[in-house]
């Protein structure tokens, strides 16, 4: 097991990684003080864990999905707390994918004002992501993660174990962030490369655990609010990805942060930003998880990105650019000028014309 610290003005985050991570770290929250969110799955496929090792604590279940990141659920988990008697002394407890770390995260920010929260990350794109560095949210008004806040969790306990009943859709989708920090970590991208037939294997995406936290831990302590330093280059591919995901909604985060990626990658390509060389090293990886689609109507899903948190304005889209390995670029285009190339990078999907 490997153990992280995120220090921030807020305090201090501990992420505890690896086998045996849950069964050492779990036990030792107080189980009269727990408050639990899951989703219907992970309590379906845990129900004996949780019970042997929270037996008894309260407990909210969201419906799996998406579609679950809301107000309304939001408020269910407040109502829940409250009838549970929760209190400051309360700890929550997010075990689950990055929905319920997401809303769950939020909701210890509110409660009371705020509980401790401890992240416990069920799904690949959580255990490398989403669990660590305090971000919550809920999606409003069709737009994602846009209302939230930072609530840095005491602790995050990250354990291979929950990968074992991952369905290989969902270990693609945490592929998506990996193959991002892969973009902005020149060892992470050699580790990548050298393992191309091999990415799925469970010793691999142990290894590569460990990379993505590290990775993800430093550039928090540098900018834990995300106020215009190194944090924003965690959002690569987020842009494009994030409105495609609202927009056409088919498929889930971690595909979209891929095929944002690609579309991405197109235009870094078009104005200059990385060489076709380095294009292809990232296209390779990226299309060795998904097939990248075309869409008749690119343009308009890309108008989504106009509410993307990194803009100054709604004229302007501001990206998150890949240049070389281990360094990207960030570089504003205007909304028209955006939309124009997502349009071209669609037909040259469709026409077989780019990488
Ligand atoms: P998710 O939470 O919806 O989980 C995906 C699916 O896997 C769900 O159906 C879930 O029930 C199921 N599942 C969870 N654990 C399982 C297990 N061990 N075995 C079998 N099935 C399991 O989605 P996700 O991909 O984990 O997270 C995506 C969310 O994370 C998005 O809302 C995205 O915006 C957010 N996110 C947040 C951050 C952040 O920094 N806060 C970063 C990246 C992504
Ligand atoms: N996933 C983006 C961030 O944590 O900043």
């Given amino acids: 097991m490997k153990e992280y610290n995120i220090t921030v003005s807020?305090?201090?985050?501990?992420?505890?990684?690896?086998?045996?991570?849950?069964?050492s770290r779990a036990p030792l929250i107080p189980r009269e003080r727990v408050f639990i969110v899951t989703d219907s799955n992970v309590s379906a496929l845990y129900r004996a864990l949780i019970d042997s090792t929270f037996g008894g604590a309260p407990a909210y279940v969201l419906p799996a999905g998406e579609g679950s990141k809301n107000r309304t659920q939001l408020f269910k988990i407040l109502s829940a707390m409250f009838d549970a008697g929760a209190t400051r002394s309360t700890t929550l407890v997010a075990l689950g994918g990055g929905v319920v770390g997401d809303i769950a995260g939020l909701a210890?920010?509110?409660?009371?004002?705020?509980?401790?929260?401890?992240?416990?990350?069920?799904?690949?794109?959580?255990?490398?992501?989403?669990?660590?560095?305090?971000?919550?949210?809920?999606?409003?008004r069709g737009i994602k993660?846009?209302?939230?806040?930072?609530?840095?969790?005491?602790?995050?306990?990250?354990?291979?174990?929950?990968?074992?009943?991952?369905?290989?859709?969902?270990?693609?989708?945490?592929?998506?962030?990996?193959?991002?920090?892969?973009?902005?970590?020149?060892?992470i991208l050699r580790k990548?490369?050298?393992?191309?037939k091999n990415l799925t294997s469970q010793d691999f995406l142990s290894d590569i655990t460990f990379d993505c936290i590290a990775h993800k831990a430093a550039v928090v302590c540098a900018d834990e609010r995300d106020l215009g330093g190194s944090r924003k280059t965690l959002n690569l591919g987020h842009t494009t990805g994030h409105a495609?995901?609202?927009?056409?909604?088919?498929?889930?985060h971690g595909e979209y942060v891929l095929i944002?990626?690609?579309?991405?990658?197109?235009?870094?390509?078009?104005?200059?930003?990385?060489?076709?060389?380095?294009?292809?090293?990232?296209?390779?990886?990226?299309?060795?998880?998904?097939?990248?689609?075309?869409?008749?109507d690119a343009s308009?899903?890309?108008?989504?990105?106009?509410?993307?948190?990194?803009?100054?304005?709604?004229?302007?889209?501001?990206?998150?650019?890949?240049?070389?390995?281990?360094?990207c670029r960030e570089?504003?285009?205007?909304?028209?000028?955006?939309?124009?190339?997502?349009?071209?990078?669609?037909?040259?999907v469709a026409a077989k014309e780019w990488l």
């Fill in 331 to 348: 570089l504003t285009l205007g909304a028209d000028e955006y939309c124009g190339y997502i349009r071209e990078c669609s037909r040259a």
């Fill in 260 to 296: 944002g990626m690609y579309y991405e990658l197109f235009i870094a390509c078009k104005l200059g930003v990385c060489s076709p060389e380095y294009a292809a090293a990232l296209v390779k990886l990226i299309k060795s998880v998904i097939r990248v689609p075309s869409y008749a």
């Fill in 300 to 327: 308009t899903a890309a108008r989504g990105a106009k509410h993307d948190k990194k803009n100054s304005d709604t004229a302007n889209i501001s990206l998150i650019l890949p240049q070389s390995p281990g360094v």
């Fill in 192 to 196: 990548l490369s050298a393992n191309m």
């Fill in 145 to 187: 993660n846009i209302v939230g806040a930072f609530c840095q969790p005491r602790e995050v306990i990250v354990d291979p174990l929950f990968l074992k009943t991952l369905p290989a859709r969902e270990v693609r989708c945490g592929l998506g962030e990996i193959i991002k920090y892969g973009a902005l970590n020149g060892d």
């Fill in 108 to 140: 210890a920010s509110l409660y009371m004002r705020g509980v401790p929260v401890v992240q416990i990350p069920t799904t690949l794109l959580a255990q490398v992501d989403s669990s660590v560095g305090g971000k919550t949210a809920i999606d409003f």
């Fill in 10 to 23: 807020s305090g201090q985050s501990n992420i505890f990684c690896g086998e045996g991570a849950f069964a």
């Fill in 244 to 252: 495609f995901e609202l927009y056409y909604g088919r498929k889930s």
